[in-house]
């Protein structure tokens, strides 16, 4: 069993940045693919970016391409994703997950473990 909590949303203004955390406790995650997923009010959840456990493995949604970098540091057990140039489609609920295997999925169905999640929120 494996513990996520996300940290570092809030509320920013267009062009600004936030970085996100997701620690993790229970028991390492060096050996999961990770992810970012949001959710906009009335909408599906979507995957924003995945990585590897290696960290050598990318995926970014087109949305995103640019913008976000996503990031791990095993040592302690945390995931991050920096995300510049914010604009406000880029509102929603972020969320971590862990996947079942190394690998990173696009599909949320691939994920075994979610945190709570943190709201961002972008203004014009």
């Known amino acids: 069993q494996v513990q996520l909590v996300e940290s570092g949303g809030g509320l920013v203004q267009a062009g600004d940045s936030l970085r996100l955390s997701c620690a993790a406790s229970?028991?390492?995650?060096?050996?999961?693919?990770m992810a970012w997923f949001r959710q906009a009010p009335g909408k599906e959840r979507e995957i924003v970016v995945g990585?590897?456990?290696?960290?050598?493995?990318?995926y970014y949604a087109d949305f995103v391409k640019g913008r976000f970098t996503i990031s791990r540091d095993n040592a302690k057990n945390t995931v991050y994703l920096q995300m510049n140039s914010l604009k406000p489609e880029d509102t929603a609920v972020y969320y971590c997950?862990?996947?079942?295997?190394?690998?990173?999925?696009?599909?949320?169905?691939?994920?075994?473990?979610w945190g709570q999640g943190t709201q961002v929120t972008v203004s014009s």
């Open positions: 229970g028991r390492t995650i060096s050996g999961d693919g």
């Open positions: 997950a862990t996947s079942k295997t190394g690998a990173a999925y696009r599909s949320a169905s691939e994920y075994a473990y």
């Open positions: 990585v590897t456990a290696t960290g050598m493995g990318t």
